[in-house]
């Protein structure tokens, strides 16, 4: 199989390229992800800079859906090559903009399960930025990495700029696997990372807002399809436990990447006032969400610390203009958002389903979670 591939240069043609066999082990190409050769892709005139996604400014001619079909194939090479693109020029402008140019990359869009915090689903199954405060970061992750299908390709579309910082940061996740100590990795490879839950109504998605159904039933029909430990309060709130695994290999490419939430779900990346708020109010157990080790073992402080660090020190930004698209790899690459002031408007299509049993996991789901 060919597989389209840019090459390193500050000015970058594409190309067709057989990737190296020994990648290939283990690779399952996930359904929408094999990219036709049959004709020559259009080339890219690629921007790379430190620092920074690769971007590509376009000049669409008025008609951006057709520029983004004319050039699905060169996009979508780029993005595995580099991980993530800003494509600028193309005029995302709402909701059914951004949903026209994903199809036009070939790829479906898809609903959200699971949220952590609710969204507005705007159309075309594109959503509003998750509800966070602005003057917080969004710290690093990878969406829906806790579920079995996730997506596989992140579509966000500027409507707004702030007017001050809030970029979408992105950081390669084979980089910050290969940065972080062995120990840890041989551990969280072996035992996975545990995801915890209370729903409850005050902070973050309700669970009929998590899992789109006010039936309990269906709730529990969903938690046993799901490998999703569940248990009812007696106030009607709803407690949540999954282990998942924490490396996975890139369905397409092959590569390891560290794809997990295990730092931005867990406790100690949390402001430390809002943290001490929660424990207070919610107690350590039943806090909104939550990370350990896969074996229920908690995770301290220092480990969170230095994977927030790790993911810092490789972020590569772009200051948002209105218009732009940003596509992210979500198994390559991880995002965040940086906090902002002014207004900022930002729309988020998730897109590719890719099943995690596709990407090699190393958490076996038959095994039994406790609360
Ligand atoms: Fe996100």
């Known amino acids: 199989m060919n597989f389209m591939r840019a090459l390193p240069g500050s000015r970058l043609a594409v190309h067709a390229v057989e990737p190296p066999g020994h990648d290939l082990q283990e690779r399952t190409p996930t359904k929408g992800q094999t990219m036709s050769t049959s004709s020559p892709a259009p080339l890219l005139d690629l921007e790379l800079r430190a620092g920074g996604p690769a971007a590509v400014r376009v000049d669409a001619g008025g008609d951006p859906i057709g520029w983004m079909t004319g050039h699905r194939d060169s996009v979508r090479a780029v993005v595995v090559e580099h991980g993530a693109v800003l494509v600028r020029g193309l005029g995302v402008a709402d909701a059914a903009g951004l949903a026209g140019l994903v199809q036009a990359l070939g790829v479906a869009l898809m609903p959200e399960r699971e949220a952590f915090a609710p969204r507005q689903d705007l ?27 996730f997506p596989g390709l992140m579509a966000f579309g500027c ?7 809030g970029a979408t940061g992105v950081a390669d996740a084979a980089e910050v696997l290969a940065a972080l100590p062995d120990e840890l990795v041989d551990r969280f490879e072996r035992d996975g990372w545990l995801l915890s839950r209370s729903y409850n109504e005050e902070i973050g998605a309700s669970w009929a807002e998590a899992f789109g159904s ?10 046993r399809a799901h490998a999703i430990a569940f ?24 590569r390891r990447c560290w794809f997990n939430q295990v730092a931005f779900l867990n406790q100690w990346t949390l402001a430390p006032e809002i943290r001490e708020y929660l424990v207070e109010v919610y107690g350590e157990d039943g806090l909104p969400f939550n990370t350990r080790f896969g074996n229920g073992d908690p995770i301290g402080e220092d480990v969170v610390e230095l994977l ?37 408007e930002v729309l988020v299509g998730m897109a590719d389903p890719v099943r995690l049993a596709d ?13």
């Open 159 to 165: 409507v707004v700029a702030p007017d001050e910082d």
């Open 231 to 254: 248990r009812w309060d007696p106030d009607g709130g709803l407690r949540t436990r999954q282990r998942r695994s924490a490396v996975v290999r890139h369905p397409v490419t092959g």
């Open 308 to 344: 927030n660090d790790v993911y810092t020190a490789r972020t590569a930004r772009q200051p948002w203009q209105a218009g732009d698209l940003l596509l992210v790899d979500n198994i390559r690459c991880a995002h965040s958002r940086e906090p902002y002031t002014g207004p900022r």
């Open 123 to 149: 159309a075309d199954g594109v959503y509003s930025s998750t509800k966070w405060p602005a003057n917080q970061p969004m710290c690093m992750h990878h969406e829906l990495s806790y579920a079995l299908e």
């Open 359 to 371: 990407c090699a996991p190393t958490v076996d789901l038959t095994t039994e979670v406790t609360f």
């Open 214 to 223: 006010e039936d309990r039933g269906a709730v529990e029909d969903y938690c």
